[in-house]
Protein backbone atom coordinates (compact mmCIF):
# COMPACT_ATOMS: atom_id res chain seq x y z
CA UNK A 1 0.00 0.00 0.00
CA UNK A 2 1.25 3.32 -1.12
CA UNK A 3 1.11 5.93 1.13
CA UNK A 4 -1.86 8.48 0.80
CA UNK A 5 -1.54 11.45 -0.85
CA UNK A 6 -4.46 12.35 0.94
CA UNK A 7 -4.36 15.85 2.67
CA UNK A 8 -6.85 18.36 3.10
CA UNK A 9 -7.20 19.70 0.15
CA UNK A 10 -5.72 23.49 -0.11
CA UNK A 11 -8.14 26.10 -0.97
CA UNK A 12 -5.34 29.03 -1.11
CA UNK A 13 -4.05 28.90 -4.70
CA UNK A 14 -5.30 31.05 -6.90
CA UNK A 15 -5.93 28.48 -10.01
CA UNK A 16 -9.35 26.91 -10.68
CA UNK A 17 -8.93 25.01 -13.70
CA UNK A 18 -11.53 23.67 -16.72
CA UNK A 19 -13.30 21.03 -14.00
CA UNK A 20 -14.64 25.15 -12.21
CA UNK A 21 -16.73 25.62 -14.94
CA UNK A 22 -18.24 22.39 -15.66
CA UNK A 23 -18.96 22.37 -12.04
CA UNK A 24 -20.54 25.25 -11.24
CA UNK A 25 -22.90 24.45 -14.09
CA UNK A 26 -23.69 21.33 -12.38
CA UNK A 27 -24.23 22.77 -8.95
CA UNK A 28 -26.59 25.39 -10.59
CA UNK A 29 -28.70 23.19 -12.27
CA UNK A 30 -28.97 20.78 -9.54
CA UNK A 31 -29.34 23.59 -7.00
CA UNK A 32 -31.17 26.30 -8.50
CA UNK A 33 -28.21 28.70 -7.45
CA UNK A 34 -24.56 30.11 -8.41
CA UNK A 35 -21.91 29.56 -6.13
CA UNK A 36 -18.85 31.54 -5.95
CA UNK A 37 -15.24 29.30 -6.12
CA UNK A 38 -14.92 30.17 -2.62
CA UNK A 39 -18.22 29.48 -1.04
CA UNK A 40 -18.69 26.84 1.96
CA UNK A 41 -21.56 24.87 -0.17
CA UNK A 42 -22.96 23.35 3.52
CA UNK A 43 -22.79 26.63 5.44
CA UNK A 44 -26.03 27.45 7.28
CA UNK A 45 -28.65 27.36 4.76
CA UNK A 46 -26.48 26.06 2.15
CA UNK A 47 -27.29 22.58 1.11
CA UNK A 48 -27.33 18.95 2.79
CA UNK A 49 -24.26 17.04 3.63
CA UNK A 50 -25.90 14.26 2.20
CA UNK A 51 -25.46 15.90 -0.74
CA UNK A 52 -21.87 15.70 -1.19
CA UNK A 53 -22.26 12.13 -1.88
CA UNK A 54 -23.76 13.39 -4.79
CA UNK A 55 -20.96 15.51 -5.71
CA UNK A 56 -18.18 12.69 -5.52
CA UNK A 57 -20.08 10.43 -7.87
CA UNK A 58 -20.21 13.19 -10.28
CA UNK A 59 -16.36 14.18 -10.43
CA UNK A 60 -15.27 10.73 -11.04
CA UNK A 61 -18.06 10.03 -13.42
CA UNK A 62 -17.30 12.71 -15.05
CA UNK A 63 -13.41 13.64 -14.46
CA UNK A 64 -12.44 9.69 -14.35
CA UNK A 65 -11.10 9.96 -10.48
CA UNK A 66 -11.53 7.77 -7.97
CA UNK A 67 -12.35 9.39 -4.31
CA UNK A 68 -11.42 6.65 -1.76
CA UNK A 69 -10.24 6.70 1.39
CA UNK A 70 -9.07 9.41 3.47
CA UNK A 71 -9.93 11.77 0.21
CA UNK A 72 -13.59 10.93 1.40
CA UNK A 73 -13.67 13.96 3.92
CA UNK A 74 -16.63 16.77 3.69
CA UNK A 75 -13.90 19.03 3.76
CA UNK A 76 -12.30 18.45 0.70
CA UNK A 77 -16.02 19.07 -1.06
CA UNK A 78 -16.96 22.57 0.99
CA UNK A 79 -16.13 24.66 -2.08
CA UNK A 80 -16.06 24.62 -5.80
CA UNK A 81 -12.31 25.94 -5.31
CA UNK A 82 -11.28 22.99 -3.47
CA UNK A 83 -13.06 19.98 -5.56
CA UNK A 84 -11.11 21.42 -8.35
CA UNK A 85 -7.92 21.04 -6.51
CA UNK A 86 -8.95 17.47 -5.06
CA UNK A 87 -9.75 16.60 -9.08
CA UNK A 88 -6.71 18.24 -10.52
CA UNK A 89 -4.40 16.28 -7.64
CA UNK A 90 -6.00 12.92 -8.24
CA UNK A 91 -5.35 13.12 -12.16
CA UNK A 92 -2.10 13.88 -12.12
CA UNK A 93 -1.65 11.10 -9.39
CA UNK A 94 -0.42 7.68 -10.12
CA UNK A 95 -2.79 5.21 -9.61
CA UNK A 96 -3.61 3.84 -6.35
CA UNK A 97 -1.82 7.27 -4.84
CA UNK A 98 -5.08 8.12 -3.28
CA UNK A 99 -5.32 5.47 -0.23
CA UNK A 100 -7.29 1.99 -0.45
CA UNK B 1 -0.36 -3.28 5.65
CA UNK B 2 -0.34 -6.97 7.40
CA UNK B 3 -0.65 -8.19 10.94
CA UNK B 4 -3.39 -8.43 13.71
CA UNK B 5 -6.90 -6.74 12.42
CA UNK B 6 -7.22 -4.66 15.91
CA UNK B 7 -10.64 -3.43 14.70
CA UNK B 8 -13.30 -4.38 17.64
CA UNK B 9 -15.68 -5.90 15.14
CA UNK B 10 -13.33 -7.55 13.38
CA UNK B 11 -14.25 -11.07 14.94
CA UNK B 12 -17.85 -10.61 14.64
CA UNK B 13 -20.46 -11.41 11.73
CA UNK B 14 -24.04 -10.47 11.43
CA UNK B 15 -26.31 -12.15 9.05
CA UNK B 16 -29.06 -9.08 7.54
CA UNK B 17 -32.01 -10.46 6.03
CA UNK B 18 -33.40 -8.18 3.67
CA UNK B 19 -31.52 -5.96 1.26
CA UNK B 20 -33.74 -2.58 1.25
CA UNK B 21 -32.70 0.33 2.58
CA UNK B 22 -32.66 -0.17 6.06
CA UNK B 23 -31.31 -3.62 5.54
CA UNK B 24 -28.84 -2.05 3.31
CA UNK B 25 -27.90 0.91 5.88
CA UNK B 26 -27.47 -1.46 8.56
CA UNK B 27 -25.24 -3.67 6.89
CA UNK B 28 -23.54 -0.34 5.55
CA UNK B 29 -22.67 0.74 9.53
CA UNK B 30 -21.45 -2.87 10.14
CA UNK B 31 -19.28 -2.91 7.79
CA UNK B 32 -18.12 0.43 8.46
CA UNK B 33 -17.12 -0.66 11.67
CA UNK B 34 -15.29 -3.75 10.82
CA UNK B 35 -18.11 -6.52 11.31
CA UNK B 36 -18.32 -8.90 8.37
CA UNK B 37 -21.89 -9.07 7.25
CA UNK B 38 -24.05 -11.64 5.17
CA UNK B 39 -26.89 -10.07 3.25
CA UNK B 40 -29.46 -11.93 2.19
CA UNK B 41 -32.25 -11.34 -0.15
CA UNK B 42 -34.58 -13.68 -1.76
CA UNK B 43 -35.09 -10.63 -4.60
CA UNK B 44 -32.04 -11.68 -7.16
CA UNK B 45 -32.27 -8.00 -8.63
CA UNK B 46 -32.28 -6.33 -5.32
CA UNK B 47 -29.21 -8.32 -4.17
CA UNK B 48 -27.43 -8.00 -7.02
CA UNK B 49 -27.51 -4.20 -6.36
CA UNK B 50 -27.11 -4.57 -2.75
CA UNK B 51 -23.39 -4.27 -3.19
CA UNK B 52 -23.07 -0.82 -4.93
CA UNK B 53 -25.72 0.21 -2.41
CA UNK B 54 -24.04 -0.93 0.56
CA UNK B 55 -21.01 0.53 -0.58
CA UNK B 56 -21.94 3.93 -1.42
CA UNK B 57 -23.25 4.14 1.90
CA UNK B 58 -20.00 2.93 3.21
CA UNK B 59 -18.44 5.88 1.39
CA UNK B 60 -20.74 8.35 2.64
CA UNK B 61 -20.34 7.18 5.94
CA UNK B 62 -16.68 7.88 5.43
CA UNK B 63 -17.43 11.44 4.01
CA UNK B 64 -19.75 12.57 6.70
CA UNK B 65 -17.35 11.88 9.38
CA UNK B 66 -19.43 8.89 11.19
CA UNK B 67 -16.52 6.16 10.89
CA UNK B 68 -14.42 5.57 13.21
CA UNK B 69 -10.52 6.25 11.44
CA UNK B 70 -8.55 3.57 10.67
CA UNK B 71 -11.23 0.72 10.58
CA UNK B 72 -10.51 -1.99 8.37
CA UNK B 73 -14.03 -2.57 6.92
CA UNK B 74 -15.84 -6.02 7.70
CA UNK B 75 -16.50 -8.30 4.17
CA UNK B 76 -19.75 -8.32 2.74
CA UNK B 77 -21.35 -11.35 0.66
CA UNK B 78 -24.53 -11.90 -0.81
CA UNK B 79 -26.80 -14.49 -0.97
CA UNK B 80 -30.52 -15.75 -1.72
CA UNK B 81 -30.55 -17.64 1.87
CA UNK B 82 -28.74 -17.93 4.75
CA UNK B 83 -27.60 -21.59 3.97
CA UNK B 84 -26.41 -20.44 0.90
CA UNK B 85 -23.89 -17.88 2.57
CA UNK B 86 -22.75 -20.21 5.17
CA UNK B 87 -22.14 -22.76 2.87
CA UNK B 88 -18.19 -24.06 3.97
CA UNK B 89 -18.05 -21.32 6.74
CA UNK B 90 -17.57 -22.07 10.31
CA UNK B 91 -18.27 -20.04 13.32
CA UNK B 92 -21.31 -18.39 14.49
CA UNK B 93 -22.88 -15.22 13.94
CA UNK B 94 -22.84 -12.68 16.24
CA UNK B 95 -26.54 -12.15 15.59
CA UNK B 96 -28.94 -12.07 13.00
CA UNK B 97 -30.71 -8.36 12.00
CA UNK B 98 -34.17 -9.11 10.30
CA UNK B 99 -34.65 -5.84 7.80
CA UNK B 100 -37.69 -7.15 5.37
CA UNK B 101 -40.92 -4.86 4.75
CA UNK B 102 -42.41 -3.58 7.39
CA UNK B 103 -45.49 -6.34 7.38
CA UNK B 104 -46.37 -8.41 10.09
CA UNK B 105 -46.86 -11.97 8.50
CA UNK B 106 -43.97 -11.01 5.73
CA UNK B 107 -41.77 -10.65 9.21
CA UNK B 108 -43.02 -13.45 11.00
CA UNK B 109 -42.25 -15.70 7.97
CA UNK B 110 -38.95 -14.36 7.34
CA UNK B 111 -38.21 -15.07 11.36
CA UNK B 112 -39.50 -18.43 11.82
CA UNK B 113 -37.30 -19.90 8.91
CA UNK B 114 -34.15 -17.87 10.30
CA UNK B 115 -34.91 -19.17 14.02
CA UNK B 116 -34.75 -22.73 13.22
CA UNK B 117 -31.64 -22.11 11.06
CA UNK B 118 -29.41 -20.48 13.32
CA UNK B 119 -27.73 -21.86 16.54
CA UNK B 120 -29.67 -21.63 20.26
CA UNK B 121 -28.78 -18.06 21.63
CA UNK B 122 -27.95 -16.18 18.74
CA UNK B 123 -29.77 -13.13 19.47
CA UNK B 124 -32.23 -12.74 16.13
CA UNK B 125 -33.05 -9.06 15.95
CA UNK B 126 -36.09 -7.82 14.22
CA UNK B 127 -36.29 -4.19 13.09
CA UNK B 128 -39.29 -2.69 12.75
CA UNK B 129 -40.41 0.02 13.58
CA UNK B 130 -43.91 -0.39 14.65
CA UNK B 131 -44.91 -3.78 14.96
CA UNK B 132 -45.17 -5.64 18.57
CA UNK B 133 -42.20 -8.01 19.15
CA UNK B 134 -44.57 -10.09 21.29
CA UNK B 135 -46.39 -10.97 18.10
CA UNK B 136 -43.28 -11.64 15.52
CA UNK B 137 -42.25 -13.62 19.11
CA UNK B 138 -44.85 -16.15 18.49
CA UNK B 139 -43.74 -16.91 15.33
CA UNK B 140 -39.70 -18.15 16.13
CA UNK B 141 -38.28 -21.24 18.05
CA UNK B 142 -36.85 -19.59 20.38
CA UNK B 143 -38.87 -16.22 22.10
CA UNK B 144 -35.95 -15.46 24.14
CA UNK B 145 -33.17 -14.82 21.35
CA UNK B 146 -35.97 -11.93 20.14
CA UNK B 147 -35.67 -8.61 20.35
CA UNK B 148 -36.25 -5.31 18.57
CA UNK B 149 -34.28 -2.62 17.39
CA UNK B 150 -35.75 0.54 15.36
CA UNK B 151 -32.52 1.92 14.18
CA UNK B 152 -33.36 5.53 12.04
CA UNK B 153 -32.50 5.98 8.73
CA UNK B 154 -29.96 6.39 7.94
CA UNK B 155 -28.34 4.19 10.52
CA UNK B 156 -24.51 5.12 10.04
CA UNK B 157 -25.37 8.73 10.86
CA UNK B 158 -28.08 8.36 13.50
CA UNK B 159 -26.39 7.80 16.80
CA UNK B 160 -29.31 6.60 19.06
CA UNK B 161 -30.90 3.37 18.49
CA UNK B 162 -34.16 2.40 19.96
CA UNK B 163 -34.37 -1.61 21.54
CA UNK B 164 -36.78 -3.37 22.20
CA UNK B 165 -37.60 -6.08 24.82
CA UNK B 166 -40.46 -7.85 23.90
CA UNK B 167 -42.02 -9.81 27.45
CA UNK B 168 -39.87 -12.90 26.52
CA UNK B 169 -37.21 -11.76 25.00
CA UNK B 170 -34.21 -13.39 27.76
CA UNK B 171 -31.51 -10.99 29.05
CA UNK B 172 -28.37 -12.51 27.52
CA UNK B 173 -30.13 -11.48 24.17
CA UNK B 174 -30.70 -7.85 25.93
CA UNK B 175 -26.56 -7.78 26.98
CA UNK B 176 -25.44 -8.78 23.56
CA UNK B 177 -27.36 -6.99 21.41
CA UNK B 178 -26.19 -4.10 23.99
CA UNK B 179 -22.98 -5.10 23.30
CA UNK B 180 -23.18 -5.15 18.80
CA UNK B 181 -24.36 -1.50 19.28
CA UNK B 182 -21.81 -0.19 21.65
CA UNK B 183 -19.20 -2.21 18.92
CA UNK B 184 -21.41 -0.20 16.07
CA UNK B 185 -20.68 3.03 17.95
CA UNK B 186 -24.38 3.54 18.88
CA UNK B 187 -26.21 4.51 21.98
CA UNK B 188 -29.50 2.10 22.71
CA UNK B 189 -32.42 3.06 24.85
CA UNK B 190 -34.22 0.20 25.88
CA UNK B 191 -38.04 0.37 25.96
CA UNK B 192 -41.01 -1.75 26.62
CA UNK B 193 -43.13 -3.55 24.02
CA UNK B 194 -45.83 -1.46 22.42
CA UNK B 195 -47.04 -0.92 19.23
CA UNK B 196 -44.60 1.90 17.12
CA UNK B 197 -43.37 1.50 20.90
CA UNK B 198 -41.76 5.26 21.70
CA UNK B 199 -40.47 6.92 18.28
CA UNK B 200 -42.90 6.02 16.49
CA UNK B 201 -46.06 6.69 18.45
CA UNK B 202 -45.00 9.96 18.60
CA UNK B 203 -43.49 10.78 15.05
CA UNK B 204 -46.17 8.99 12.72
CA UNK B 205 -49.31 10.45 13.97
CA UNK B 206 -47.40 13.86 13.94
CA UNK B 207 -46.30 13.67 9.97
CA UNK B 208 -49.72 12.56 8.98
CA UNK B 209 -50.93 15.50 10.76
CA UNK B 210 -48.51 17.53 8.88
CA UNK B 211 -49.39 16.01 5.47
CA UNK B 212 -53.24 16.79 6.45
CA UNK B 213 -52.30 20.12 7.13
CA UNK B 214 -50.68 20.36 3.54
CA UNK B 215 -53.67 18.17 2.02
CA UNK B 216 -56.34 20.50 3.81
CA UNK B 217 -53.82 23.98 1.77
CA UNK B 218 -53.13 25.49 5.05
CA UNK B 219 -49.63 25.50 4.16
CA UNK B 220 -47.52 24.01 1.16
CA UNK B 221 -45.08 21.32 2.14
CA UNK B 222 -42.02 23.63 2.77
CA UNK B 223 -43.69 26.33 4.82
CA UNK B 224 -45.16 23.20 7.29
CA UNK B 225 -41.10 21.98 7.62
CA UNK B 226 -39.38 25.44 7.82
CA UNK B 227 -41.86 25.83 10.37
CA UNK B 228 -41.22 22.83 12.28
CA UNK B 229 -37.90 23.45 11.86
CA UNK B 230 -37.37 27.13 12.53
CA UNK B 231 -39.82 27.28 15.57
CA UNK B 232 -39.98 23.97 17.12
CA UNK B 233 -36.52 22.63 16.61
CA UNK B 234 -37.11 19.39 14.50
CA UNK B 235 -34.09 18.77 12.56
CA UNK B 236 -35.55 18.27 9.10
CA UNK B 237 -38.87 19.07 9.30
CA UNK B 238 -41.91 16.42 9.15
CA UNK B 239 -42.39 15.83 5.74
CA UNK B 240 -38.43 16.16 4.72
CA UNK B 241 -38.72 13.38 7.36
CA UNK B 242 -41.25 11.17 5.93
CA UNK B 243 -39.42 11.39 2.67
CA UNK B 244 -36.54 9.95 4.35
CA UNK B 245 -38.66 7.37 6.37
CA UNK B 246 -39.98 6.32 2.80
CA UNK B 247 -43.87 6.93 2.50
CA UNK B 248 -44.74 3.35 1.97
CA UNK B 249 -42.87 2.21 4.79
CA UNK B 250 -44.79 4.97 6.96
CA UNK B 251 -48.34 4.29 5.67
CA UNK B 252 -47.66 0.33 6.48
CA UNK B 253 -46.56 1.84 10.10
CA UNK B 254 -49.31 3.80 10.50
CA UNK B 255 -51.23 0.54 9.69
CA UNK B 256 -50.38 -1.22 12.27
CA UNK B 257 -50.81 1.30 14.81
CA UNK B 258 -53.88 2.31 13.81
CA UNK B 259 -55.14 -1.31 13.72
CA UNK B 260 -53.53 -2.00 17.37
CA UNK B 261 -54.44 0.65 19.07
CA UNK B 262 -57.60 2.24 17.71
CA UNK B 263 -56.03 5.98 17.69
CA UNK B 264 -58.24 7.31 14.19
CA UNK B 265 -54.79 10.15 14.24
CA UNK B 266 -52.68 6.89 13.09
CA UNK B 267 -55.35 6.23 10.04
CA UNK B 268 -53.43 7.00 6.64
CA UNK B 269 -54.59 10.63 5.17
CA UNK B 270 -55.69 10.22 1.88
CA UNK B 271 -52.53 12.49 0.56
CA UNK B 272 -50.30 10.11 1.91
CA UNK B 273 -51.67 7.17 -0.09
CA UNK B 274 -52.74 8.54 -3.40
CA UNK B 275 -48.45 9.40 -3.00
CA UNK B 276 -47.70 5.27 -2.21
CA UNK B 277 -50.05 4.57 -5.20
CA UNK B 278 -48.63 7.05 -7.62
CA UNK B 279 -45.31 5.57 -6.68
CA UNK B 280 -44.08 8.50 -5.24
CA UNK B 281 -42.18 7.28 -2.16
CA UNK B 282 -40.06 9.34 -0.90
CA UNK B 283 -36.16 9.90 -1.15
CA UNK B 284 -35.26 6.11 -2.21
CA UNK B 285 -37.68 6.50 -5.50
CA UNK B 286 -36.64 10.06 -6.02
CA UNK B 287 -39.75 11.80 -5.34
CA UNK B 288 -42.08 12.16 -2.42
CA UNK B 289 -43.24 15.38 -0.88
CA UNK B 290 -39.64 16.73 -2.67
CA UNK B 291 -37.88 16.12 -5.82
CA UNK B 292 -34.81 13.94 -5.44
CA UNK B 293 -31.68 12.73 -7.53
CA UNK B 294 -28.82 10.34 -6.75
CA UNK B 295 -30.56 7.82 -4.50
CA UNK B 296 -28.32 6.89 -1.72
Given amino acids: MTVPSDQ ?24 GRTWPPDTDLFATGGLSSLFAMELVVHL ?31 RNSEPGDHGA | MTGQNTTPGAAQRLAVLGAGVMGTGIAALAIGHGIAVSMIDVDRRRL ?13 ARLMGALP ?62 IPIGELARSVARPEDLIGSHFMNPPYLIRTVEVIRGPRTGPRTLDAVRGLLTTLGRESVVVEDAPGFVTSRILHPMINSAVRVVAAG ?50 PCELLLTKVRAGHLGRKSGRGFYHYEGDL
Avoid at chain 1, 20 to 29: D, G, H, I, K, N
Avoid at chain 2, 48 to 60: F, K, P
Avoid at chain 2, 244 to 254: A, C, E, F, Q
Wanted: hydrophobic fraction near 35%.
Fill in chain 1, 8 to 31: EVSDTGDRVDTAAPELVRFLTART
Fill in chain 1, 60 to 90: EQTYGVSVRGTDLRLDNFRTVRRMVALVDRL
Fill in chain 2, 48 to 60: AEATDRVDRQVRT
Fill in chain 2, 69 to 130: EGTRPGLLDVGVSLADVSTGRTGTLTAVVEAVTEDPDAKAKVLADVSALVAPGTPVVSNTSS
Fill in chain 2, 218 to 267: TASVESVDKLLQGCLGHPTGPLRTADLIGLDNLVDSLWVLHERTGDESCR
